[in-house]
């Protein structure tokens, strides 16, 4: 199944459902930092939960960041996810493999640690982006960003976010967001419905190996809820916007004195980009191409 991105209401309006696939963006995401297996699960549902709440944003170009800091071996996780169905993303220690939890599952929680920070930066494309910062609850990423989304945005949530990871790679991922609105928020029957249905989910990666499609997984929740699902169909990939000429930009920066001792000590400069891990060589040429940009507008 294509990874993509689906929308939905229920409740005459009251709430709202998202749901995502990212099975083959997180595969990637796998293969380009070669992440362990706890790795993945956590910079995959990190990138769900980007992909699930830019989808909430207007304003052509918004995006979304999410950073994680626990206190566990994993250090720190990045996600920068737009509206466009864009995200990318990486984990601190992508190597770090621990045994599996109490339930027998990737520990996700122990990996990126239970006690640290949530920061997440809205940028709607104009004036200051909104941020926020929230506690870590479990360490979990679902947890963790639902806690955020009712304690900064004061939204009823529920959030499920999942990846089934194999030898072969990723077979599984994804996620569902379901959001409560004023409208609807104090209707206490139908959040406590709300809740009792989504606390019985066995977990969001299950029903995507069943072979349920989003629209069947919406109908399982909301159903007999007034449930619209919204025709547009949006493709999501990993993409970043990286570029060997970004990147002697950055160079530049570092002006003639450096640029000259890279030259000489190491007959060139190599970029890795955090994000995608592309790979960038620039010649001893290319920096002596910004020198001359340099002094020529030192000149100017």
């Known amino acids: 199944m294509a990874d ?20 083959r963006l997180t595969e990637e995401a796998r293969r ?12 995959g549902r990190t990138m769900s939960a980007g992909l699930l709440l830019a989808s909430s944003m207007k304003r052509e170009g918004s995006r979304v960041n999410i950073r994680i800091n626990g206190d566990g071996p994993l250090g720190g996780i990045l996600v920068d996810a737009g509206l466009d169905g864009t995200v990318r993303g990486y984990v601190d220690n992508p190597s770090v493999e621990l045994p599996p939890n109490a339930r027998g599952k990737l ?9 640290g920070y949530l920061y997440v930066v809205r940028d709607v494309g104009y004036g200051y982006p909104y941020s926020s910062t ?21 939204t009823p949530s529920a959030l499920v976010v999942g990846v089934f990871v194999e030898a072969n790679g990723v077979t599984a991922s994804g996620g569902i967001l379901i959001q409560v609105l004023p409208k609807a928020a104090r209707d206490e029957a139908l959040v406590q419905t709300l809740e ?3 606390a019985k989910l066995a ?47 950055a160079l530049k920066m570092l002006g003639e004195a450096e640029l000259q001792d890279m030259i000489e000590k190491d007959d060139g400069a190599e970029a890795t ?28």
């Open 203 to 249: 977990g969001f990666t299950p029903l995507l190996q069943s072979g349920k499609a989003l629209p069947e997984i919406f109908e399982q929740l909301l159903g007999d809820m007034s449930l619209v699902i919204l025709p547009e169909i949006q493709m999501v990939r990993f993409h970043c916007g990286c570029s060997f000429d970004r990147v002697l930009g």
């Open 273 to 300: 980009c955090h994000f995608c891990g592309e790979v960038y060589q620039a010649s001893s040429d290319h920096l002596a191409q910004l020198i001359q940009d340099l002094q020529a507008e030192s000149v100017g």
């Open 32 to 43: 380009r930092h070669k992440l362990s297996y706890v790795a993945t699960a956590a910079l």
């Open 134 to 154: 929230v506690e870590l609850v479990s360490g979990e990423i679902g947890d963790d960003i639902a806690n955020y989304l009712v304690t900064s945005e004061q």
């Open 107 to 115: 520990d996700v929680g122990g990996a990126v640690g239970r006690d």
């Open 4 to 23: 993509q991105l689906i929308r939905a209401t229920a409740a005459e309006g009251g709430i709202r459902a998202v749901g995502v696939i990212t099975t």
């Open 196 to 198: 009792s249905r989504v």
